[in-house]
Antibody, heavy 120, light 111 residues
Framework: QVQLVESGGGVVQPGGSLRLSCAAS????????MHWVRQAPGKGLEWVAF????????YYPDSVKGRFTISRDNSKNTLYLQMSNLRAEDWAVYYC?????????????WGLGTLVTVSS | QSVLTQPPSVSGAPGQRVTISCTGS?????????VQWFQQLPRTAPKLLIY???NRPSGVPDRFSGSKSGTSASLAITGLQAEDEADYHC???????????FGGGTKLTVL
């Protein structure tokens, strides 16, 4: 069965950087696009990044474009999110999610999330 | 302000039927992009409930159903049970933003 385990969250000061990881198992990781989605405390879900199965293309919303970088290592079945110039509004639980098999893959299976706290 | 609009809360008694709306626009739901619904139980990760507007993944009870009309989508839950108490989120793709977008989420309370 699909298992996604995020790690790397923690407390960081505004302007700081952090790298999240997501270890995948239970499916053929290299065949699927992957998402990062976040949820600020008491708020709804916000899509953060998507990467195609081969890593050739990455997509971001304007809120994180230029500050966040999604990448993957298919040899290690691992997804990453490099976050820089962090702001208070980036404080959230970050989930990685396996994309569906479709031309616009939606988030399908989700990890348990990792908390990123941005505070001085 | 979310691109997709959901009511903040809905409630119903056990056994009743409730619906949750998700209102979008011509660049997302109205453009015929698939709508997904996710259930998020308290203090847990979201779980896919409905995909492609009306399809249920295996294991999801048929008490849950999805539909779409124009620029809006709806999630219906029949035979409400206490275990259905959760947050429900709709999701779609938006071609104007080139982004996967979510609604603000709806908290379902079982009375």
């Amino acid at each position: 069965q699909v298992q996604l385990v995020e790690s790397g969250g923690g407390v960081v000061q505004p302007g700081g950087s952090l790298r999240l990881s997501c270890a995948a198992s239970g499916f053929s990781f290299s065949d699927y696009g992957m998402h990062w989605v976040r949820q600020a405390p008491g708020k709804g879900l916000e899509w953060v990044a998507f990467i195609r199965y081969d890593g050739a293309n990455q997509y971001y919303p304007d809120s994180v474009k230029g500050r966040f970088t999604i990448s993957r290592d298919n040899s290690k079945n691992t997804l990453y999110l490099q976050m820089s110039n962090l702001r208070a509004e980036d404080w959230a639980v970050y989930y990685c999610a396996k994309g569906s098999i479709s031309w616009l893959p939606h988030p399908e299976s989700w990890g348990l999330g990792t908390l990123v706290t941005v505070s001085s | 302000q979310s691109v997709l609009t959901q009511p903040p809360s809905v409630s119903g008694a056990p056994g009743q039927r409730v619906t949750i709306s998700c209102t979008g626009s011509g660049s997302n739901i109205g453009a015929d992009y698939d709508v997904q619904w996710f259930q998020q139980l308290p203090r847990t990760a979201p779980k896919l409930l409905i995909y492609g507007g009306s399809n249920r993944p295996s294991g999801v009870p048929d008490r849950f159903s999805g539909s779409k009309s124009g620029t809006s989508a709806s999630l219906a839950i029949t035979g409400l049970q206490a275990e259905d108490e959760a947050d429900y989120h709709c999701q779609c793709y938006d071609s104007s933003l080139n982004a996967w977008v979510f609604g603000g989420g709806t908290k379902l309370t079982v009375l």
